[in-house]
């Protein structure tokens, strides 16, 4: 967050710097990369191994499953486990037994 404040403050020292020669397009422009630097710190890079869900469905079932590998999200061939890394759950998953504890991190729909 420390980082993400800084660049916005040198960002904001460029604007008014520039602000004398391109009054109208500049506030588009600002508005504009401010929000892409606030969506690049949202971002959360996945590491090889983690799961996600892709529809709704039982735990149990391969067909709800996504797992990252080589930088991309390929068809999982077997439901999440004790030894998976991240699981980050999008849809709706019926669990209907738990055989291990397993580090969870849930989507919820922003209202």
């Not at 397009?25 to 996945?46: D, E, G, K, N, T």
């Amino acid at each position: 967050m420390v980082v993400v404040f800084g660049k916005l403050l040198h960002l904001a020292s460029l604007v008014k710097q520039m602000h004398s020669k391109h009054k109208n397009i500049l506030p588009a422009i600002f508005l504009s990369l401010l929000i892409q630097l606030l969506l690049l710190s949202m971002v959360r890079s996945q590491s090889l191994g983690e799961y996600r869900s892709k529809q709704n469905g039982i735990w149990q079932d391969i067909l709800v499953w996504e797992i990252y590998d080589s930088g991309s999200w390929t068809a999982a061939v077997y439901p999440p486990n004790q030894h998976s890394g991240n699981i980050e759950i999008i849809h709706q998953i019926n669990i209907t037994q738990i055989r291990y504890l397993i580090k969870l991190t849930l989507c919820l729909p922003v209202r």
